[in-house]
């Protein structure tokens, strides 16, 4: 028999049609793929199969003819016969949701999730119609709040694990778990100690039920009254793909997308939660303008006429800060007005807590796929988990998988420290000095910048062995200095010249906002790659000044 090679596509028969299958693919989503349905709860394309709710039993063809088998946990093979529809899988979904449904409460018009729920669904589907359960169901204080945000009706629960799984695999964050046994088994918390996780709403949309719903949203709407519109996360630059719902002209949540080169369908509490910031009392409602030392509501009309006026008076003291949360668009309107009419080039739209501009974008850049799929990813930014949350939640899962080998070069731990292969943790302000140890081809005895020799031997070698490298940079905190973090990144990227750059800023549309001009010294699409390396050996002092950039100020 031939040898299948890698990649190759298999061919399995889902009742009675010939597909084609990806090696290692369960038949759940091989048959999808197809266009075959096959009901469950437990199974999420985002996790591991655990094969605990058995909804998806299918008959698979075996040695000894067809056997129910769960299809969330039978890998494919070639020439494998699936039947999703015979009498003995009609039979085994219905003895699975009139089992599910014992002591399920049947309160659908009161459950926020009432209309998008799959238990529902596939009750209607596939379920018996009728429940021979005459006894008391099981009851539990509904609901209790496993943290200010998820709410825990555990009577609801259907025991899918999703949301413990949730926590553990994806989010590293074991908080939630099954405690009880028998018809006592319940999830719920660690006695006195919350759900307390960044990613905690997520664990609302996967469940399949509704016995986790979001506290803001509880009791706002049916879906079938929501407006939806898909859009972009600005909590943070990762630019989270979510879909907004609205209903009565008023947000009231945010879902996650499934976007495969971005954030998987996963966002960060600061994200998903973020729309209630949109009708707080606090946001301007109207232009005001000062008069009489107090700020007084006015017409947009006096208010443009006001700030005209203020700007004449100014003369050439004008600084303009852009918010980085704008579009490419605005940015480019707002950095055109500065320098173009204004005359100004005192903008900004980092508010300090970035890298010069010149780094940014002279560096070759990276994407979040091509860092979770390169070899080695070295960590010269700040804490993922507290400031890009879904990128860290990628590069968590490619290290715990094995994919990539990871270099953290921070000057205190962070939430990715416990997956590092290798710990360069310097002293403040002397990320330079270790970036330049790993460069040259002698290590000091001593180490650098606070990091033993070591550490720093064990991490070139890493990186001299690695296929592909990427580095993830950025300031640690506003109190690292970004002259530090731009000297290390770029003794990096001269002693790697086919490593790529993916830099850690914290705040929405930064990258937009640089591209379009809008910082000191930059027009739109004006720094090229080798300007930014020009830039770099100029800061060493390796080369004369790089034509038309001055970084005498900003490394002084």
Not at 44 to 67: D, Q
Not at 249 to 259: E, F, M, W, Y
Not at 354 to 371: F, N, S, Y
């Amino acid at each position: 028999m031939r040898a299948r090679l890698a990649g190759e596509p298999i061919k399995i028969t889902v009742d009675g049609k010939v597909i084609e299958a990806k090696q290692g693919e369960m038949i759940i989503a091989a048959a999808e793929r197809g266009g075959t349905y096959i009901p469950r709860f437990c199974w999420h394309p985002r996790m591991r199969p655990v094969g605990m709710c058995r909804m998806c039993l299918v008959e698979v063809k075996g040695p000894r003819g067809f056997a129910l088998m769960p299809a969330c946990f039978v890998p494919v093979a070639d020439g494998q016969e699936v039947v999703t529809d015979s009498p003995k899988v009609k039979k085994a979904q219905d003895g699975v949701l009139e089992f599910l449904l014992i002591n399920h409460p049947l309160d659908c018009p009161v459950c926020d999730r009432g209309g998008e729920c799959p238990l529902q669904d596939q009750t209607f589907a596939f379920g018996p119609g009728e429940s021979r359960f005459v006894e008391e169901k099981r009851h539990w204080a509904k609901p209790i709040p496993i943290n200010p945000l998820v709410a825990l009706d555990r009577e609801r629960c259907i025991q899918c694990s999703r949301c413990t799984r949730f926590a553990d695999e994806v989010a590293g964050d074991a908080m939630i778990d099954f405690i009880g046994r028998a018809d006592a088994t319940e999830v719920n918390t660690f006695p006195d100690r919350p759900f307390d996780s960044n990613f905690s709403g997520n664990v609302v949309q996967i469940c399949p039920v509704g016995a986790l719903t979001a506290t803001p949203y509880r009791f706002k709407a049916r879906p079938w009254d929501l407006d939806v519109v898909e859009s972009t996360c600005t909590a943070c630059a990762v630019g989270c793909r979510m879909a907004l719902q609205s209903s009565s002209n008023r947000l009231i949540r945010h879902l996650g997308v499934d976007s495969d080169p971005v954030n998987h369908g996963w966002l960060c509490d600061k994200g998903r939660f973020a729309y209630e910031q949109t009708d707080s009392p606090d946001r301007l409602r109207t232009p005001l303008v000062r008069k009489g030392g107090q700020l007084v509501e006015a017409s947009w009309n006096e208010a443009m006429i006001a700030a005209a006026e203020g700007l004449h008076r100014a003369g050439n003291s004008i600084a303009m800060l852009g918010g980085s949360r704008l579009a490419n668009e605005d940015a480019y309107a707002w950095a055109k007005l500065a320098k173009g009419v204004l005359r100004t080039d005192n903008v900004d739209c980092q508010m300090g807590d970035g890298l010069p501009a010149e780094l940014v974008l002279g560096l070759p850049r990276a994407t979040i796929d091509e860092a979770c799929a390169a070899s080695a990813v070295v960590l010269l930014a700040p804490d993922l988990k507290e400031d890009l949350p879904v990128f860290y939640l990628r590069l968590r899962e490619a290290a715990v998988d094995g994919k990539l080998t990871l270099i953290e070069m921070t000057p205190h731990g962070t939430g990715l420290s416990k997956h590092a292969d290798v710990r360069l943790q310097y002293r403040p302000g002397e990320a330079a000095a270790v970036a330049r140890a790993l460069a040259a081809e002698r290590v000091p005895e001593e180490g650098a910048g606070g990091v033993t020799a070591a550490a720093i031997g064990a991490a070139a070698e890493v990186l001299g062995a690695a296929e592909s490298v990427v580095v993830v940079v950025g300031r640690a905190s506003l109190s690292e200095s970004a002259e530090s973090i731009a000297d290390a990144a770029g003794v990096l990227s001269a002693a790697m010249p086919d490593a790529r750059f993916l830099s850690a800023l914290r705040r929405g549309n930064v990258h937009g906002a640089l591209d379009m001009g809008l910082a000191p010294g930059i027009l739109p699409g004006r720094v090229s790659l080798d300007e930014g390396r020009e830039w770099f050996a100029k800061a060493w002092g390796q080369v004369p000044a790089a034509r038309g950039l001055d970084a005498a100020g900003i490394l002084a």
